[in-house]
């Protein structure tokens, strides 16, 4: 259900309510397509806020404040300079359109009074908002400027005549009588659907609210034209005239739509018959709007917080594949340590019979005389050569002790970041993304002035006080009852088993994949359906969660043990066996909801 033309009825009838007469005392910018509008009417304050964000257009009054920022963008010093202070005169909608003017009286550089217009265009990827006079129609400024252009929908640029968007002509469905709308709906053609017709036809019909006639009526939202009889023609025009009168008498209900988990999922001016999910009615639209919008913003703030997140490990493991490449080939080279020491003992056996030149073939007589072609350097003598091959090998040797260190620190490195980017796909919360980001901090990873290359042989930066992974973990529950709880990061693995399982509580992890730590909790024995439960859990929070018959190691919390010196959830175990699940989906959801009843 989008911010369509009805809700725009809803919305532009509460604040012309609760905004006419009021003065406007500040205005902010905290975004750079959303506005905050502080208005003040005797005994009461109120926040009006406008977004032309593409995906979020919308306007309603807000109780919350985005933080604002110390250098507040042009178009807001121009709105502070033209509407600060000026008067709300009237809240209007432009037809039943998604368009809504702010009509504000002010006072002019010269003390005459002046009425000026700010208009929201709601109108999905082309929202704007607009300054003007309302008299002239010459436009002050515009929140998105469009200069003249090839393809330009229209010019919006300061000094302009405004002209409001180039829409398909429609009609006003509250002067609509019953003969013309069923007149209408039989001209069209039959392949076409109804829900099209109607919302082509009528001013605020979006396809949501075209379905909702259609379903009003009793009808699938998808019976097209050449479908209908007489009578399903006649229940239509019965159930769009029905919500058209209550637009035009003002009969507004707003509401809420609720997923599952109780949490907005959609909003409408009217209760709608097609709702997905259970329904809340709202005391204003606006509250209605913000419920949806907020939560929105929230779940939008975690994907956006998420995918920073993941670029940050991938560039970092990205970084690391290239070291470990690198060292991997300068193993191979340190590998031909023997060889060089061959070489030097065989020319310092043979020193008598060498001559210089670019290579010399000798008997090597720790293989039974074996002919062996060994390459030299013409400008140096025989005994030279051989003290090079002799130095060239003692590099080799210490080399190859140095690049094995780091080589075994690096993919050490990558299974921990590995580690990360599961409990990244985990994360459901700004808090738990706060969490991990805090946690790549203080393994030397990400800093708050930007990405360190990982891997690079800095020692890690200590974790800070109190950080230590003390959030809860996830919360599951077996079919029989027994607790299961799921770390959400590697620090809180570490705390989860290390701290919080008791010795002889159940220890489960993905076998030989990063994933997360499962404890549970048991008193004696563990029963085989509340082990093969929470290996399933296992499986599901790990790098195997879309595979199939996947092998989950379980061993007494007691036999789990971490090394010195190693990552935040690097552990090793023993004493350990092996279970097989397939991981599911609707499952794993039942075992998490069972925690929540």
């Given at each position: 259900m989008p911010f369509d033309g009805l809700f725009t009825a809803v919305i532009a009838a509460e604040l012309h309510r609760v905004l006419a007469d009021a003065r406007i005392h500040k205005i902010q910018q905290p975004e750079g397509r959303t506005l905050i509008i502080h208005c003040r009417r005797p005994g009461h304050n109120h926040r009006l806020l406008i977004s032309a964000d593409a995906g979020l257009a919308r306007i309603h009054l807000t109780d919350t404040l985005p933080p604002n920022p110390p250098h507040p963008p042009a178009f807001c010093m121009l709105l502070r300079k033209h509407?600060?202070?000026?008067?709300?005169?009237?809240?209007?909608?432009?037809?039943?359109?998604r368009i809504v003017r702010l009509v504000c009286e002010t006072v002019d550089g010269g003390g005459r009074r002046t009425r000026l217009a700010l208009i929201a265009e709601l109108t999905g990827r082309h929202s704007n908002v607009v300054l003007i006079e309302e008299a002239t129609g010459r436009i002050l400024d515009a929140l998105h400027r469009t200069p003249p252009q090839d393809g330009a929908?229209?010019?919006?640029?300061?000094?302009?005549?405004?002209?409001?968007?180039?829409?398909p002509p429609k009609r006003d469905p509250r002067a609509a009588t019953r003969e013309e709308a069923l007149r209408l709906l039989a001209l069209e053609p039959a392949p076409v659907p109804v829900a099209r017709s109607i919302a082509a036809l009528y001013d605020g019909f979006g396809p949501f609210a075209a379905r909702e006639v259609l379903v009003r009526a009793g009808l699938d939202p998808d019976t097209r034209h050449g479908d209908l009889t007489a009578a399903d023609r006649e229940r239509i025009v019965d159930a769009f005239l029905t919500l058209v009168g209550a637009v035009a008498a003002g009969r507004f209900a707003p509401v809420v739509v609720l997923d599952d988990a109780g949490q907005p999922l959609d909003f409408w001016a009217f209760p709608p018959a097609q709702a997905?999910?259970?329904?809340?009615?709202?005391?204003?639209?606006s509250q209605a709007a913000a419920a949806y919008f907020n939560h929105r913003l929230a779940t939008l703030g975690v994907q956006r917080q998420?995918?920073?997140?993941?670029?940050?490990?991938?560039?970092?493991?990205?970084?690391?594949?290239?070291?470990?490449?690198?060292?991997?080939?300068?193993?191979?080279?340190?590998?031909?340590?023997?060889?060089?020491?061959?070489?030097?003992?065989?020319?310092?056996?043979?020193?008598?019979?060498?001559?210089r030149g670019e290579t010399v073939t000798l008997p090597n007589y720790h293989a039974g005389d074996a002919p062996v072609t060994i390459p030299l350097d013409p400008a140096l003598s025989p005994a030279e050569n051989a003290q090079r091959y002799f130095k060239r090998y003692a590099k080799a040797r210490a080399a190859q002790a140095a690049v094995q260190t780091q080589l075994d620190a690096a993919v050490a490195e990558l299974a921990y970041l590995d580690q990360v980017a599961i409990h990244l796909e985990m994360a459901d919360s700004l808090e738990?993304?706060?969490?991990?980001?805090?946690?790549?901090?203080?393994?030397?990873?990400?800093?708050?002035?930007?990405?360190?290359?990982?891997?690079?042989?800095?020692?890690?930066?200590?974790?800070?006080?109190?950080?230590?992974?003390?959030?809860?973990?996830?919360?599951?529950?077996?079919?029989?009852?027994?607790?299961?709880?799921?770390?959400?990061?590697?620090?809180?693995?570490?705390?989860?088993?290390?701290?919080?399982?008791?010795?002889?509580?159940?220890?489960l992890h993905v076998k030989d994949l990063p994933g997360a730590h499962v404890i549970l909790q048991v008193q004696g024995e563990p029963d085989e359906e509340d082990l093969r439960d929470a290996a399933q859990l296992a499986a599901y929070f790990s790098k195997a969660r879309h595979s199939s018959s996947v092998a989950v190691d379980w061993t007494r919390a007691r036999h789990v043990r971490k090394p010195k010196g190693a990552r935040p959830g690097m552990v090793i175990y023993d004493h350990h066996k092996t279970i097989y699940v397939s991981p599911d989906e609707a499952a794993v959801s039942a075992l998490l909801a069972m925690s929540r009843r």
């Amino acid at each position: 259900m989008p911010f369509d033309g009805l809700f725009t009825a809803v919305i532009a009838a509460e604040l012309h309510r609760v905004l006419a007469d009021a003065r406007i005392h500040k205005i902010q910018q905290p975004e750079g397509r959303t506005l905050i509008i502080h208005c003040r009417r005797p005994g009461h304050n109120h926040r009006l806020l406008i977004s032309a964000d593409a995906g979020l257009a919308r306007i309603h009054l807000t109780d919350t404040l985005p933080p604002n920022p110390p250098h507040p963008p042009a178009f807001c010093m121009l709105l502070r300079k033209h509407l600060e202070p000026a008067r709300i005169v009237a809240v209007e909608q432009v037809g039943l359109d998604r368009i809504v003017r702010l009509v504000c009286e002010t006072v002019d550089g010269g003390g005459r009074r002046t009425r000026l217009a700010l208009i929201a265009e709601l109108t999905g990827r082309h929202s704007n908002v607009v300054l003007i006079e309302e008299a002239t129609g010459r436009i002050l400024d515009a929140l998105h400027r469009t200069p003249p252009q090839d393809g330009a929908r229209r010019v919006l640029m300061p000094g302009e005549t405004y002209g409001p968007p180039p829409v398909p002509p429609k009609r006003d469905p509250r002067a609509a009588t019953r003969e013309e709308a069923l007149r209408l709906l039989a001209l069209e053609p039959a392949p076409v659907p109804v829900a099209r017709s109607i919302a082509a036809l009528y001013d605020g019909f979006g396809p949501f609210a075209a379905r909702e006639v259609l379903v009003r009526a009793g009808l699938d939202p998808d019976t097209r034209h050449g479908d209908l009889t007489a009578a399903d023609r006649e229940r239509i025009v019965d159930a769009f005239l029905t919500l058209v009168g209550a637009v035009a008498a003002g009969r507004f209900a707003p509401v809420v739509v609720l997923d599952d988990a109780g949490q907005p999922l959609d909003f409408w001016a009217f209760p709608p018959a097609q709702a997905p999910g259970p329904l809340s009615p709202c005391p204003s639209p606006s509250q209605a709007a913000a419920a949806y919008f907020n939560h929105r913003l929230a779940t939008l703030g975690v994907q956006r917080q998420r995918q920073r997140l993941e670029r940050l490990v991938a560039a970092a493991r990205a970084r690391l594949g290239r070291k470990v490449e690198n060292l991997r080939q300068d193993l191979a080279g340190a590998a031909r340590a023997e060889e060089y020491r061959l070489y030097g003992e065989l020319l310092t056996a043979h020193l008598h019979r060498i001559p210089r030149g670019e290579t010399v073939t000798l008997p090597n007589y720790h293989a039974g005389d074996a002919p062996v072609t060994i390459p030299l350097d013409p400008a140096l003598s025989p005994a030279e050569n051989a003290q090079r091959y002799f130095k060239r090998y003692a590099k080799a040797r210490a080399a190859q002790a140095a690049v094995q260190t780091q080589l075994d620190a690096a993919v050490a490195e990558l299974a921990y970041l590995d580690q990360v980017a599961i409990h990244l796909e985990m994360a459901d919360s700004l808090e738990a993304l706060a969490e991990l980001e805090a946690e790549l901090e203080a393994a030397g990873v990400a800093s708050p002035a930007g990405p360190k290359a990982a891997g690079d042989g800095r020692p890690h930066r200590a974790a800070r006080p109190g950080s230590d992974g003390g959030g809860k973990p996830l919360e599951a529950r077996t079919r029989r009852g027994a607790r299961v709880l799921i770390g959400r990061s590697n620090r809180q693995n570490d705390r989860l088993t290390l701290r919080t399982a008791r010795p002889d509580d159940i220890w489960l992890h993905v076998k030989d994949l990063p994933g997360a730590h499962v404890i549970l909790q048991v008193q004696g024995e563990p029963d085989e359906e509340d082990l093969r439960d929470a290996a399933q859990l296992a499986a599901y929070f790990s790098k195997a969660r879309h595979s199939s018959s996947v092998a989950v190691d379980w061993t007494r919390a007691r036999h789990v043990r971490k090394p010195k010196g190693a990552r935040p959830g690097m552990v090793i175990y023993d004493h350990h066996k092996t279970i097989y699940v397939s991981p599911d989906e609707a499952a794993v959801s039942a075992l998490l909801a069972m925690s929540r009843r």
